[in-house]
């Protein structure tokens, strides 16, 4: 998967036994940008790597999708691979694929259909375009694959406009530079089970990068990697906290699961929309609810049981409610929804309400890093929960509403 390959890239592995040497690193080299939502390195987070795919002038879409929940706590790592073409309903757009969340409205509403939809909690976002992910193997130098199995494509998609480009890439052992290395993660029509083959193809991509860059010969290469993925990145992680979470997924080599939603498991079938696009359906409604709150159901917010309340802060109408439903699906003790007293809140607030009493520390933490909000510790006039939410214009439910 290339958010694997990204994080493992991140990881830095000549720090893996020496967090203190990690953070040090971190904090000279890539410096926390302001306004971005912190991580403690302690507390469990989800994160969304997207792989983007945008030929011409076209509005860029996900081609790869990788859901990372991370538990430092447990050095666990649960990974789930959501197909593009899974049929979603998208805020302000009606269904579609879901690869097009992120063409109406960026990483936030990508990440927001997620959750609304999938009941998968997104604390950050990465997303990676196709020429990006190029420059950063570039960067390593390229990387040597143990390729299973020849790859030949006489239909392969260029990268720019709609004719295409054959490839062919041997099995065995191959150098790749960032070109073959696009080529080699994203091809999946050379084969039968084709998701299924890609994967295997991405996993063995990404077992080489992690060893090229456990080698002392790249070493003298991770200033300019850094500098390519500092560059490269569309992402509302702070940037010092990326090499911690490279550390995370290293810490959990025993401790790593990855499933898939894709047709050769039977969670999905194939079908085609009312306009005739070639779209991907759930079998049947209890399937991906019952895998996706097995991966990402979090008991630390369920002991804590903060109430929670969703406020409406702006002028479009049905945010609070839809918030609601939401956050309830995410595993939150939601207990009400109404408008708060003003309609011209820019930035979405998280206040932890000093006029109610009940531990609230971790699940505002996570709410603030969930909705990319404002964390404040206030009394609230006229509310008994114990959190607060107040939804801003920043919210996606509001960024993709319809006019009028």
Known sequence: MLGLILIVVLALGVLIESPPALEALSAITLKPQPGLVPWDGRDRITVVIMGLTQRTTEPARTDTLL????????????????????WVNIPGYGQGKLAVAYEVGGPRLASYVLESDLGIPVDYSIALTFRNFIKIVNAMGGVTVNVPRELNDPLYPCLTGTAYCPIDIKAGVQHMNGATALEFVRERHAFVQQDLARVQDQQAFSEAVKQTLLSPAIWPRYPAILKAVENGLITNVPLNALPEIGLQVLLARGHTTHNYINIENGMVQPAWSNDGQSILLPTNSTDIPNLTHQLFSDPTIAAEAAPVEVLNGTSTTGVASSLEATLQGLGFHMVGAGNAAATDYRQTEVIVNTNATGPAAYTARRLQRLLDARLLHEPVPGQTARIVVIAGSDSPLVATAPAG
Do not use: F, N, T, Y
């Not at 706590?73 to 197909?83: G, T």
């Open 67 to 86: 859901v990372m929940d991370i538990d430092p706590a447990h050095h666990q790592v649960h990974m789930l691979s959501v197909p593009r073409d899974l």
